[in-house]
């Protein structure tokens, strides 16, 4: 399936939680600013119910996204007031790709967490909690992953300001 | 020749004497001219002193060569040289490599025992040179001469275990103690084996005692009275099989070498140790490799006897020193040939997992031993007797 | 003693002078032995965790009854570099996270970013590009392969797949001039084009590799230790694999026919494999369980060949030409956001990138292969013994620069 099939089929089911869809055009050729949006087309979808999205669309037999191919957070500027989460998601079966973004605020960065859903979200949401500061809701194992345990702060946030120094070694 | 019964019971009815009749260095030190002050009593302490001297140079050069051959041979099969920079085709890399042992930092880990982490490399290392006495390097020259040598051979070498165990538990490292572990269970599993497979050649032998072994397989050119022929006990081969497997677990070799597997427990019991201490363990390695391959040559492959033994006999008559430079030169090269074999393996073959080893042990060579046993006391009795070339 | 591990021994064992009964009818008494559960460090300095990794395991004697892996120990930023750094110089440092298939995340990153540019790729740069993604498949499978065989303390065929891995080296560094970081296929094209020789060069160790090829599955694959030691072992369902989101070889050995060169087809292979010119192997459980350590290994050794198949169809089918496209020096890339799952030797690797329309990347995401396979020794290694362990981290084959970035 295309993505607009796949996106016809998400209304179809009355997907939980989907907001709309963004898709890329050509800049505005009346509008010298507008430089248009390329790549991919995704799904926008509403952060507490991600779970639940993501669980309908590995059971709908037509979308059958069986695997989660990739989950993180994107900050996209420094002065905007969201983050957003992208997941991947890839039919083994279907063989189609879905791209899902889902915005949630920086100052309460919290949603639900998808490893009910799909277990290889785990390792994942602790690499955007830990990164950007997002708290998944019910997540077995809240710790950090690749950062060490005592790190402060959230390196991969726009405003992110280095340390002086860690545990006596300087930063700079 | 005697039945299987009747050998247990005759070597078990003649005391093992350590300082057996014919000590060719208990006889050279008397015949030599000493002052009048010295006490007779020195000559055999005199006759020991050398004899664990020459002990100590055979272990440790048999280490060293056993390590470069190592190297060289693991070389070859993974199309590279080995050493090469030190010496002609590095044959002095030993040297050089036992001098930066030497020098090396002699480290005891804050936790460990320092006693037991002390002595474990010694007892281990004096564990295989008592075998080592045992072993006769030719038929005039031997250190002791003991009637019940497979015995001692068999019992000294098994305390090896304990300093091993000594030296996983005193490291207080958990992988230390899990080569330690796996040391005492493979040990003692592959020991049952060991020695019954063994007693299959002692029953055609009717012997324990090496030499006499050798001796009895002389004749037919040197190797066709071999104990390993099929005209001699068609069980013989699958006995020795199962003796080779036996000792390649015995001697912590690969496939078997689970106590020290590089890839799981880093280095096993010898995890902690570095320096002198650690080389004292490779001593020990290849000294228990070479013991047990002479004794496999004792026992299967005619010892002392070979076409290049019986031709220096007949020109330069029994006895004679070329007679025996002979036999010890068959009997080093044999050792080495089957200290080739194993390495041949151990550079070819993958691991096998522990529960594997204790399953082949106990559940496949202990059985198949016993069953060789009996059968070749069965052939022994009831066969060889009849044959016109026994 | 013949039924795994994992057979004879739950995690929790209750332990009482009463007699057990086990899934295979055999009768096991197990007496009343207090034995105490051992946590012992598996890494970061271990020979077995292919670089610095650490496995906090709780092991019951010889059984893990537990693992936790620990990461981050070769954390270097990559992400936080590609937010800071232009396009083109965000390129070195792809090659540095799977050092082992550098080839493969330059074409995964350039073709991100030429998604979001919408430029055309002449067509030799494609050969090119098909040919050194593959040659590197191989070097990449000859390592894990390799040291597979080290893990189960076979020394020496992985100094035999060195001898390969050696030529194939040679070979792109006569194309490119480094042997490991290759920076080599750039976004737009190739960097430059391959020197005279160079094709026929490949076509000569296509050749010698076959032979070889066939000397490796002698040597290790259907070696008897080699089979006892892998059938049977680290046994993932497919519903566990796909549970975990595993990719490459890790969920073709568990036996479902997915392959993005197949599947999602990129660049070139639409057309070879409308060609029939590759297979995808595909894990049979032929030896044992399906989607065993043995299965693993099998589809990675079979791949090879297949790489192979796909080297000499460029081969036979290119033509000269340009290698790059019309690229400025200074990338403005085109606002907007694309993700690229390419078919790394490892699984499924995926280039997620966000532009603003500037020099410098608002984001770049790497979704690593390894990162997401190694999630899944959680699962499988309580129950193993500890020499399954090995045998189960080394058939996931995961290159620690990845994993942590």
């Keep these: 399936m295309d993505f607009q099939g796949i996106h016809d089929r998400l209304q179809a089911i009355q997907a939980p939680g989907l907001q709309g869809a963004d898709e890329p055009r050509e800049p505005d050729p009346e509008n010298k600013k507008d430089k248009g949006r390329f790549g991919d087309p995704f799904v926008l979808v509403d952060a507490k119910l991600l779970p639940a999205f993501l669980q309908v669309c590995r059971d709908d037999e037509r979308l059958n996204m069986d695997l989660v191919a990739d989950f993180t957070a994107t900050d996209p500027a420094k002065d905007d007031e969201n983050l957003w989460i992208n997941v991947q998601l890839l039919s083994i079966g279907q063989k189609h790709r879905l791209a899902i973004k889902c915005m949630i605020p920086k100052a309460n960065a919290v949603m639900p967490t998808s490893v009910p859903v799909h277990r290889s979200c785990q390792w994942h949401e602790r690499e955007a909690a830990e990164m950007y500061g997002i708290t998944f809701e019910g997540h077995p194992d809240p710790r950090h992953i690749l950062l060490p345990d005592d790190w402060v702060g959230f390196p991969m946030r726009k405003d992110y300001e280095f340390p002086e120094e860690y545990h006596g070694i300087s930063c700079k | 020749m005697l039945t299987p019964i009747e050998v247990v019971e005759v070597a078990a009815a003649s005391p093992a004497s350590a300082q057996g009749g014919t000590n060719m260095l208990n006889e050279l030190l008397a015949k030599a001219p000493r002052p009048e002050f010295v006490p007779d009593w020195v000559v055999p302490l005199n006759a020991i002193l050398i004899g664990v001297g020459i002990l100590v140079a055979i272990v440790s050069l048999n280490a060293m060569f056993g390590t470069w051959l ?99 538990w005193a490291s207080n490292s958990k992988w230390s103690l899990y080569g330690a572990m796996r040391e005492a269970a493979q040990v003692v599993a592959y020991e049952i084996p060991l020695g019954i497979s063994l007693l299959v050649p002692v029953m055609a032998a009717g012997t324990f005692n090496l030499i006499e072994v050798s001796d009895m397989q002389s004749g037919g050119f040197g190797v066709l009275n071999w104990l390993i022929w099929p005209w001699v006990n068609p069980l013989m081969l699958p006995a020795f099989l199962i003796f080779f497997v036996a000792i390649l677990a015995e001697t912590k070799r690969a496939p078997f070498d689970l106590p020290e597997a590089e ?128 | 003693m013949t039924s795994t591990a994992q057979e004879t021994h739950e995690p929790t064992i209750t332990r009482s002078d009463e007699e057990v009964v086990l899934d295979s009818g055999e009768r096991e008494f197990m007496f009343d032995v ?211 989101g595993l990719t490459g070889p890790m969920l073709r050995g568990s036996g479902v026919d997915f392959d993005l060169r197949k599947d999602m087809p990129y660049e070139l292979y639409d057309e070879i494999w409308k060609d029939k010119a590759f297979e995808i192997p595909v894990g049979t459980g032929e030896k044992g369980t399906l989607g065993d350590c043995w299965d693993r290994v099998y589809v990675r050794v079979m791949e090879m060949m297949e790489s192979i198949k796909i080297v000499r169809w460029c081969l036979a089918a290119i033509e000269p030409g340009p290698v790059i496209a019309d690229i400025p020096k200074t990338l403005r890339v085109p606002p907007g956001e694309a993700y690229v799952g390419i078919e790394n030797p490892r699984g499924e690797l995926g280039h997620y990138v966000v532009s603003d329309g500037g020099k410098v990347g608002v984001r770049v995401r790497v979704r690593g292969p390894s990162f997401v396979n190694l999630a899944v020794l959680e699962a499988i290694l309580p129950g193993a013994l500890i020499a399954d362990a090995i045998a189960i981290i080394g058939s996931t084959d995961i290159v620690v620069g990845e994993t942590d970035r």
């Design chain 3, 34 to 244: 207090r034995t105490q559960d051992m946590e012992v460090n598996f890494g970061p300095q271990h020979p077995a965790t292919h670089g610095v990794m650490r496995i906090l395991m709780r092991a019951d004697g010889e059984v893990c009854t537990g693992a936790q892996p620990h990461l981050g120990y070769l954390h270097r930023c990559a992400e936080k570099i590609g937010e800071n750094v232009e396009w083109l110089q965000y390129l070195p440092y792809t090659d540095r996270y799977d050092y082992l298939a550098a080839m493969n995340n330059n074409l995964g990153y350039s073709m991100a970013v030429e998604k979001l540019m919408g430029v055309e790729i002449p067509r030799r740069a494609l050969m090119i590009r098909t040919i050194c993604a593959e040659l590197n498949r191989i070097g990449s499978h000859l390592i894990a392969f390799g040291t597979y065989g080290l893990d189960l303390g076979a020394f020496t065929p992985f100094l035999y797949m060195f001898r390969e891995r050696e030529w194939m080296m040679a070979l792109f560094e006569k194309i490119c001039g480094a042997r490991l970081t290759y920076s080599y296929i750039r976004i737009g094209g190739v960097f430059n084009d391959a020197p005279p020789g160079w094709l026929s060069e490949v076509e000569r160790f296509c050749d010698t590799f076959e032979e070889k090829w066939k000397e490796y599955c002698d040597l290790l694959m259907v070696n008897h230790i080699f089979v006892k030691r892998t059938a049977d072992v680290g046994v993932i369902p497919v519903d566990m694999a796909l549970d975990f």
């Design chain 2, 70 to 168: 190592e190297r060289k041979v693991s070389g070859h099969i993974q199309c590279r040289y080995g050493p090469m920079r030190v010496g002609w085709h590095g044959w002095l890399q030993p040297l050089v490599d036992g001098v930066k042992l030497l020098l090396k930092e002699d480290m005891i880990p804050k936790g460990a025992d320092r006693v037991l982490y002390v002595i474990a490399p010694a007892l281990v290392l004096s564990s295989v040179l008592a075998a080592m006495t045992a072993f006769p390097l030719s038929r005039e020259f031997f250190f002791a001469d003991i009637d019940l040598g497979l015995f001692f051979i068999l019992a000294m070498t098994s305390t090896t275990t304990i300093g091993v165990v000594m030296a996983g």
């Design chain 2, 263 to 390: 890839s799981e427990l880093v280095a096993g019991f010898l995890t902690e140790y570095s320096g002198i201490r650690w080389s004292f363990f490779f001593m020990e390695e290849y000294a228990a490799m070479l013991l047990f391959c002479v004794v496999g040559s004792f026992f299967f492959f005619g010892g002392f006897e070979s076409p290049l033994t019986s031709a220096a006999g007949g020109m330069f008559g029994d006895g004679s020193v070329l007679h025996q430079l002979a036999a010890f030169t068959t009997i080093v090269v044999k050792g080495f040939a089957g200290i080739f074999l194993m390495m041949w393996l151990r550079w070819t073959l993958p691991r096998v997992r522990i529960d594997q080893i204790m399953t082949m042990g106990y559940k496949y060579l202990t059985p198949l031993a016993l069953l060789c046993v009996l059968l070749a006391g069965i052939w022994e009795v009831f066969l060889a007797p009849y044959l016109p070339w026994r």
